[in-house]
């Protein structure tokens, strides 16, 4: 038997399924969550789910507590330091004098990584970078190449429309559009 919710979390909005075993979580709530290399946060978009025969799986991590106050400050001030941090990305791109544009950066919830997202019109070798900003901010440093689409995700915003992004407001994950269906 498992208990799980889904957890939309980072800048993308990446949905995952996570084992809340004990923890009493509603939709809406902020919680901190296992991931990968460490924690992040994110929020409960789902009801808890009981799943009666399951078997196993590695993938299934465990959304660890509900966000409580503390954790909601230093969310905050994630975000703060994650301005700052955006700057001396910007600064150190522009040194490199690599053919890419600086789109958003965060830190996961526990600052053992930093995610700069950007985009190019092709592969950019950006090792050098990646050394100059793991000395400047002495933690790991992951850059992640993004689309258009994911990048209007990030930045929000309204369309002709009045409303607010379709890719910002509803779409989760982007199918590629072809010429022919354009």
């Known amino acids: 038997m498992l208990k ?5 979390s980072g800048m993308l909005g990446r949905i995952g399924t996570y084992n809340c075993k004990d923890v ?4 809406g ?11 992040d946060s994110g929020i409960v978009i789902t009801e808890p789910e009981i799943i ?3 078997t196993a799986s590695k993938d ?22 994650a301005k700052d941090a955006f700057k001396k990305c910007q600064e150190k791109i522009e040194q490199s004098k690599l053919d890419m544009k600086l789109v958003d950066v965060e830190y996961i919830f526990d600052k ?7 985009i190019a019109d092709g592969r950019v070798d950006f090792r050098e970078l990646v050394k ?4 400047e901010f002495k933690i ?6 993004i689309g258009v689409r994911d990048e209007a995700k990030i930045l929000d915003g309204y369309g002709k429309c009045g409303q607010r992004l379709c890719c910002s407001n509803f779409t989760k994950d982007f199918q590629p559009v072809t010429i022919r269906m354009a």
């Open 24 to 27: 009493k979580v509603e939709v």
């Open 60 to 81: 299934i991590k465990r959304l660890i507590r509900k966000a409580n106050s503390e954790d909601l400050k230093k969310i905050e001030q994630n975000k703060k330091d």
């Open 112 to 118: 053992s990584k930093i995610v700069c997202y950007f």
């Open 4 to 8: 799980i919710v889904r957890v939309k």
């Open 140 to 145: 790991r440093i992951e850059l992640r190449q």
């Open 132 to 135: 100059d900003l793991a000395n």
């Open 29 to 39: 709530d902020s919680c901190i969550v296992e991931v990968e290399r460490g924690k």
């Open 52 to 54: 009666e025969n399951f």
